[in-house]
Structure formats: C-alpha cells, structure tokens
C-alpha cells in the first residue's frame, strides 16, 4: 500500500506568501521522507500552464515519486444554479489537471455549510453537481473521492457534509460508480465530535484512499469539543490541535484491521501538523509510525 504525503505546513509558503515553490517541496520530500508520492493542493498548482505541468511531473518522477492524489475543495452549495455550474467546470479542470500530472484521485467534497442553505437542499445541489461529473472523470481516467471534510482552509464556513449522517445521505445519493469513491480521514470525525470508527465500518467498503492524520486536546476535552460545535464555526477549534500521526486519538491498529478485512489497498497520505518549524520532522514521525503500522497489518 503506497504512502504520500500532504504539505499542510507548507501551505501558506505555498499558496499565500509564495516563498516555497511545487518544486521546492517535491525536493525536500524526496530528501527527507520515506514515502512514494506527493497529494497536490490546488493553490499551489500550476494550473493553466501546460508546459509548468509537464516540467512539474517531470521533476516529480525524476525524484522517484509520483503525484497520486489531487487536494482540490469546489463549493456545491451556493444558491445560485449559474455558480454552481462554474464549480462543475472548475472541478472538471482540476480533473484534468490531475491526470497530466499523472494522478489518478481527486477530491471532491460537498461545499460550505452556509447558513441560509437548508439540509436537503444543500445534499441535493451537491448530489447532482458531483453525479454530472462523473463522465468528466471516466474521460480523464481519474477517481472522484468525497472526503468526509471539515473545512477547507481558505473558506469561510465548514463543510456542508462534514456530520456523518449527512455525509452518509450525500453518498447514498450519489450513484455507485467506479469512478466514485470515499476518502476516509479519521481527524476529520473527531472534529466533528463523533466516532470516525463508526463511521469507517459504514463506507470501509467504498473507502479508495485515506489521510492520515491526527489530533489532541489542549485546553479542552470532548465536551468542549461539542460545545463549541453548537455555536456557529468560521475556524478550527483551538482546543483540538493537529499532530504527529499515532500520538492522537485515532486507533490505528483499529483503522487498519477495518481497511485489511474490506481489501483496502489504495493510497493514504500523510496530514500532518501546521508549525512549518518542526513540520519536516513531524512529517518524517508521521510516515516512520505508518511504515511500521502498515507492515504489522500486511499492508506495506
């Protein structure tokens, strides 16, 4: 089972200040961590230069990585039909970028939980926007993989599906589809204050990639967490913070026993942490502790 690794420390330099360059990032992993592939974010993709992407997957290979998975948040939910018909052409490049990349995943979540958009209406306009999309993706040869999000870190509002029982009715409203998939991250249900257990034994089936991540209280417990949750939400809870995965709350021998006996063998890519000064070495942790749980459970 491939490992790669996200560049959530990073993604300021990135995206915002432009001090790190796709390049620069795709060395350093190369350098430092035992992995096999990098998951892009959009932000910091070159996306309408055909020959920067060509260099880019160029320089990846070259590194003896690949480029798996693509990071990309489009946002279904806005009230207006001619909108949400601009998120579906966009979603429709970002496929397409992902494949001149050599990727074969990526995401697609549900949009912002904005508070004028009631539930069925939001699960419905998501629903048909990522079902319209599915023949886009058997064109480019790549997977759509609905992460059970909490926010994406540039909007506003969190994620419309980020509770379980209306993710779970977003996926059962969209058709079975192989070209459809669930990206399953455990941190994600935490943050929600339920049980990303219960929630893997429901979709382990449809479960094509994951991210590994993890989170610890500091300053606050569960019952804060929910708390919290029952106040309108622009952030991350402080409380829960984000860390070298295996030294959280998730269980992975746990998660891996599940994605063993449902045949699991996609990629997971590390999610780890958000202080650009200890990330290297969080990051390489992070993939040492999944090496070896991956090994334990046959999935290495």
Known sequence: MPLAVFPKCYLDALVVQKTMTPEEWTDLAADQLPIDGLEFYWGFTPQDDTAALRRLRARIEARGL???????????TRPDPAERRAEVEK??????????????????????RRPDVARADGVRMAAECITALLPHAERCGVVLILENHYK??????????????VFLELLAAIPESPWFGVNFDPSNTII??????????VVKHRVVSMHASDRYFEGGTADDLR??????????????????????????????????????????????????SVGMEHLRLSAEFLRAKMARHGLA
Request: aromatic share 10%; with cysteine; proline share 7%.
């Open 192 to 201: 929600a204050g339920e049980d990303p257990i219960a929630l893997l034994e």
């Open 66 to 76: 690949c480029m798996p998975m693509m990071c990309y948040s489009p946002d279904f």
């Open 152 to 165: 994406d870190s540039y909007w506003r509002y969190p994620e419309f599906a980020q509770k379980t029982d």
């Open 227 to 276: 708390r919290l949750d029952a106040d309108p939400q622009t952030g991350y809870a402080p409380i829960l913070r984000h860390g070298v995965v295996g030294r959280g709350l998730n269980d992975y021998d746990r998660i891996f026993t599940i994605l063993k006996g449902a045949g699991f063998r996609g990629w997971i890519s590390i999610e780890d942490g958000e202080d650009p």
């Open 91 to 112: 979603q429709k490049r970002a496929l397409e970028v992902t494949a001149a990349l050599g990727g074969r995943l990526c995401r697609v979540l549900s949009g912002q």
